[in-house]
Nanobody
Framework: QVQLVESGGGSVQAGGSLRLSCART????????MAWFRQTPGKEREGVGS???????NYADSVKGRFTISREYAKNTLYLEMNNLKPEDTATYYC???????????????????WGQGTQVTVSS
């Protein structure tokens, strides 16, 4: 069974950086799409960015120019490089995947059926 496990979260001051990793195990087949989401208590889960098998990466407007998503296919790992962090970036960050997908990878949570348990990111002002 496929498992997604996030790591790399922590506490950082505004302007700092963190690198999140998502290890995907339990399958010999790469997913069609992988993505990062984030969520704060009482709020809707928000798409951060997605990566497909062709190197196409989409970002939410709120993180463009600050966050970078990459996939290391040989290690079945998804990364999220976060720079110039802001207090509003504070959230639990989740990675997600879907095995089969046609078209661009979306940033809606409903488009994914494999999820990690999340890693906490806290940014102080």
């Amino acid at each position: 069974q496929v498992q997604l496990v996030e790591s790399g979260g922590g506490s950082v001051q505004a302007g700092g950086s963190l690198r999140l990793s998502c290890a995907r195990t339990g399958s010999n087949f790469a997913s069609a799409c992988m993505a990062w989401f984030r969520q704060t208590p009482g709020k809707e889960r928000e798409g951060v960015g997605s990566a497909d098998r062709d190197g196409i990466i989409n970002y939410a407007d709120s993180v463009k120019g600050r966050f970078t998503i990459s996939r290391e296919y040989a290690k079945n790992t998804l990364y999220l490089e976060m720079n110039n962090l802001k207090p509003e970036d504070t959230a639990t960050y989740y990675c997600a995947a879907i095995n089969v997908y046609a078209g661009p990878c979306e940033l809606a949570a409903s488009g994914y059926n494999q999820w990690g348990q999340g890693t906490q990111v806290t940014v102080s002002s």
